[in-house]
């Protein structure tokens, strides 16, 4: 069975950081290619951040030079370091099997992250 778990949501301010973290497990994870996605109130789900299985990161424009995702193939864990937030960066975060979106794969279920003053 395979399950992907995003933890490392919260509140935090506008300037502040988090990194997210999606652990996944049932899956071949070292050899596939890893994607960030949020969606905010009111708004499509948008594609933040993705990683190939070798490394290769590509950014949303919104969030490139802010935020940096990264992976561990040894602990199966693909993170999202998020600097300089903004009020605009709140969503929720899910994390994806992947590269492109329309390639079916596995979702998490989730984690919010609040930027607020």
């Known amino acids: 069975q395979v399950q992907l778990v995003e933890s490392g949501g919260g509140l935090v301010q506008p300037g502040g950081s988090l990194r997210l973290s999606c652990l996944v497990s049932?899956?071949?994870?070292?050899?596939?290619?890893m994607s960030w996605y949020r969606r905010a109130p009111g708004k499509e789900r948008e594609l933040v951040a993705r990683?190939?299985?070798?490394?290769?990161?590509n950014y949303a424009d919104s969030v490139k030079g802010r935020f940096t995702i990264s992976r561990d193939n040894v602990k199966n864990t693909v993170y999202l370091q998020m600097n300089s937030l903004k009020l605009e960066d709140t969503a929720v975060y899910y994390c994806?099997?992947?590269?492109?979106?329309?390639?079916?794969?596995?979702w998490g279920q989730g984690t919010q992250v609040t930027v607020s003053l």
């Open positions: 049932g899956f071949m994870f070292s050899r596939s290619d």
């Open positions: 990683i190939t299985s070798g490394g290769v990161a």
């Open positions: 994806k099997t992947g590269w492109a979106p329309t390639t079916v794969g596995y």
